[in-house]
């Protein structure tokens, strides 16, 4: 194995394994069920994904593939109206509607237009 072979897997070890933990931690420590857990534990990674597509696009760099960056821009804006949903049956007895709306509301906006961003550079 040459040392560019061996470089190009150890990055990519590297790459995964931060991926992983920079998203299960969060997941981990947040007071929830399961469910919240997992919502949580998919944020990140779909958070960290996002984050790459936008450097890569504003770097002009091919990183994925458009069917990834589609996907990309779909899940960022579904998973945050999983969590408001979701939210909404776990906890329907508490009256957290009226103080929840708002702010879901911006971060939906904010991740729709990162999502167009995203959704746009696929097609090019």
């Known amino acids: 194995?040459?040392?560019s072979k061996r470089s190009n897997s150890v990055a990519g070890f590297m790459f995964i394994a931060s991926l992983l933990v920079l998203s299960i931690l969060p997941a981990y420590?947040?007071?929830?069920d399961y469910i919240e857990k997992?919502?949580?534990f998919l944020s990140g990674i779909v958070?960290?994904?996002?984050v790459v597509a936008l450097a890569s696009i504003w770097r002009?760099?091919?990183?994925f593939k458009p069917v990834e960056l589609k996907t990309l821009s779909i899940a960022l804006p579904l998973l945050t109206v999983v969590q408001f949903i979701y939210l909404m049956f776990?906890?329907?007895e508490q009256d957290i509607f009226?103080?929840?709306v708002s702010d879901y509301v911006l971060e939906f906006t904010v991740y729709l237009f990162v999502s167009t961003v995203i959704w746009r550079s696929s097609k090019s």
Not at 29 to 32: A, D, K, P, Q
Not at 60 to 63: A, E, G, P, Q, Y
């Open 98 to 100: 009226s103080e929840l």
């Open 90 to 92: 776990a906890y329907p």
């Open 29 to 32: 420590l947040f007071v929830g």
């Open 60 to 63: 002009d760099v091919d990183l």
């Open 38 to 40: 997992g919502i949580t």
């Open 1 to 3: 194995m040459s040392i």
């Open 47 to 50: 958070t960290i994904g996002v």
